[in-house]
């Protein structure tokens, strides 16, 4: 059978890489990019992707990544296409005044910045983590380090100063309490919508009680993520033993529900991981989750040494179908999608367009969103939202 060729399109090409990583012939490029998280590289058509490169299953990729003259290309052995590395911000190479590194604190992934305050998540203590976990939660017996709020804004300020991202992304694990960790969140948030001009996402467990996702909402978060993972049931108990105990699917589902009728439309959303179930499970989460109005994310299952998790087989041919019944169900439903864009390490709704149509279709919205004008209006309608939504909750709880 002929090989299918990706290398023309940078969002189907973004998706194989993601899905198959690369090899690198480039010491420079060795040297600074394969961490645990992979390389940023820009394809063309300002398609960003994160492609793994050190995991045992990127040796037999066919991709590989070379110096031509004094930039980059992506070669399968047959055709090439010209591509730029992303630099590391340079405030990776700085610490905060109590010494801390800054890359420790915030790290950048396109259009947003993950800061994770405490490296904690109890599930590890029980022996009930999900099992695709990398373990950087991992504080087994220990209290694990917590940044302070200083900390935290100091490196705020300089992911702000240097446009690394326009988001902010507090990620959380578990801890067994009603509030699924917002009350520990809150004063990172607060401080964080008081001192700067940005927007702040919070990626936590799903709360108890739904006024806990309320509070998340009235504290200042713009957008919310419960990722559920894995949508088939089965699976789910048992790739997520301690999601499945002490949160359940169910309650997943409900609080998304919800978090979608408090958080405007678009800013809600959801993992499911490709790869840990079959294409046409993840397409059922797909329905589901767009018909309550929250965005499905779809990141490719990246197996570990330990962890061959992975559903096969799986190529591209297979997942590309679900990538596009993605973008039709976004449609249909008529969310949003100019939240959840330009992100290394998923393939964006905005790139699924790209997908179906094929490339050069990226929204004209897309750079309406990225203007100084633009994103003036998006911050000033998501106050005057955010303000009528909490007094209108307050009015229905008298
Ligand atoms: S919730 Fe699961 S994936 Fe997240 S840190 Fe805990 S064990 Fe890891």
């Known amino acids: ?12 090409l973004k998706i ?4 198959r990583g690369t090899r690198i012939d480039d010491p420079v490029v060795k040297a600074w990019a394969c961490g645990s998280s992979g390389v940023d590289i ?12 050190s995991e045992e299953f990127t040796r037999n990729s066919p991709y590989l990544i070379k110096k031509k003259g004094s930039g980059y290309l992506i070669t399968d052995g047959a055709s090439e296409v010209e591509v730029s590395l992303v630099e590391r911000p340079a405030f ?4 905060t005044a109590s010494g801390v590194p800054l890359s420790s604190i915030a790290v950048v992934h396109g259009s947003y910045t993950v800061i994770t305050p405490s ?4 599930f590890f203590n029980r022996s009930i983590e999900c099992k695709y976990c990398a373990g950087n939660f ?14 935290v804004l100091e490196a705020v300020e300089a992911v702000l100063k ?15 309490s009603d509030d699924g960790g917002i009350e520990f969140l809150k004063p990172y948030i607060l401080a964080v919508k008081k001192n700067f001009n940005c927007l702040v996402a919070v990626e936590a467990l ?9 509070e998340t909402y009235a504290l200042g978060a713009d957008s919310v993520l419960y990722n559920l993972e894995i949508f088939d049931k089965e699976l789910f108990e048992i790739i997520c033993p301690g999601r499945a105990t002490l949160i359940g699917h169910k309650r997943y589902l409900e609080a998304l529900e919800h978090a979608a009728k408090v958080f405007p439309s678009g800013t809600v959303a959801s993992h499911l991981i490709v790869g840990l179930e079959p294409p046409g499970s993840t397409c059922m989460g797909i329905d589901y989750l767009t018909g309550i109005g929250v965005v499905p994310i779809l990141p490719i299952y990246r197996p570990s040494a330990n962890r061959a998790l992975r559903i096969e087989p799986l190529d591209t041919e297979i997942i590309l179908p679900v990538y596009k019944h993605l973008y039709k169900s976004i449609k249909k439903n008529r969310i949003n999608v100019n939240w959840v864009r330009d992100i290394s390490m998923v393939t964006t709704p905005v790139e699924l367009k790209a997908i179906v149509n094929g490339p050069r279709q990226r929204s004209i919205v897309d750079g309406f969103y990225k203007s100084r004008l633009g994103k003036k209006t998006a911050w000033g309608l998501a106050t005057l939202r955010r303000k009528l939504r909490v007094i209108d909750r307050e009015d229905d709880s008298e």
Request: with cysteine.
């Open 1 to 12: 059978m002929k090989k299918k060729n990706y290398l023309h399109n940078p969002a189907t």
């Open 16 to 19: 194989d890489l993601m899905l």
């Open 42 to 53: 820009m394809l063309p058509e300002k398609t960003l992707v994160n492609i793994p490169c």
């Open 92 to 95: 990776y190479n700085r610490r």
């Open 119 to 122: 490296q904690r998540c109890d």
């Open 138 to 151: 991992n504080v087994t017996g220990r209290d694990g380090v917590v940044y302070s709020v200083e900390e």
């Open 162 to 176: 240097e446009k690394a991202s326009e988001i902010i992304y507090f990620s959380i694990g578990f801890s067994d």
């Open 206 to 214: 799903p709360p108890k009680k739904n006024r806990w996702i309320d």
